[in-house]
T-cell receptor, first 118, second 116 residues
Framework: AQTVTQSQPEMSVQEAETVTLSCTYD???????LFWYKQPPSRQMILVIR??????QNATENRFSVNFQKAAKSFSLKISDSQLGDAAMYFC???????????????FGQGTILTVHP | GAVVSQHPSRVICKSGTSVKIECRSL??????MFWYRQFPKQSLMLMAT?????????EQGVEKDKFLINHASLTLSTLTVTSAHPEDSSFYIC????????????FGDGTRLSIL
């Protein structure tokens, strides 16, 4: 079974600064997806960024980028030019590409609460 | 974009009541839907995978007789919490997998269940 670990329960950053959220995972599979989700106080789940394991290039979405280290099984999220609206709980998630009755199932990390200070 | 509607958003009821939560995919056919439970400041814990036309697959430790899941159509899955008790109070979130779409899962806005 796959596991996802986020070792930072809470992080804080000053507005306009950069912050990096850590995530490690464990799997025996070679092909999979990794995601970062944002959950603001409204508790809506918002997809921030995704990475396919077979792609060596790190994914980027505007101010959000990842550092994907497949050998180390590490998948960190960097938020540049942090904004007050970035304050939320962030979850790292793993999804297998193997089929079956639970195909598409996401395994989430424990989450990191990000506070942005003005 | 694809939307998943979850209803109701908030339920408050007495202990012993059964509560039904609906999860609908509005503009795509979802052969697979997922039900999660989330406690405050904690992660989403997968309860079960709901497959259209077949029995749900429950995660270890989840009581299938307590949390009844029905996925009778390609756009609707329901979770019924039977004889709910205060310890069942939690935030429940559904998601649906769109096999044609780009995103891995589309999430509903969740249901806050409070059992008195």
């Amino acid at each position: 079974a796959q596991t996802v670990t986020q070792s930072q329960p809470e992080m804080s950053v000053q507005e306009a600064e950069t912050v990096t959220l850590s995530c490690t995972y464990d799997t025996s599979e070679s092909d999979y997806y990794l995601f970062w989700y944002k959950q603001p106080p409204s508790r809506q789940m918002i997809l921030v960024i995704r990475q396919e394991a077979y792609k060596q290039q790190n994914a980027t979405e505007n101010r959000f980028s990842v550092n994907f280290q497949k050998a180390a099984k590490s998948f960190s999220l960097k938020i540049s030019d942090s904004q007050l609206g970035d304050a939320a709980m962030y979850f790292c998630a793993y999804r297998s590409r193997v089929g079956g009755t639970s195909y598409g199932k996401l395994t989430f990390g424990q989450g990191t609460i990000l506070t942005v200070h003005p | 974009g694809a939307v998943v509607s979850q209803h109701p958003s908030r339920v408050i009821c007495k202990s012993g009541t059964s509560v039904k939560i609906e999860c609908r995919s509005l503009d795509f056919q979802a052969t697979t839907m997922f039900w999660y439970r989330q406690f405050p400041k904690q992660s989403l814990m997968l309860m079960a995978t709901s497959n259209e036309g077949s029995k749900a697959t429950y995660e270890q430790g989840v009581e299938k007789d307590k949390f009844l899941i029905n996925h009778a159509s390609l756009t609707l899955s329901t979770l019924t919490v039977t004889s709910a008790h205060p310890e069942d109070s939690s935030f429940y979130i559904c998601s649906a997998r769109d096999p044609e779409g780009d995103q891995p899962q589309h999430f509903g806005d969740g249901t806050r269940l409070s059992i008195l």
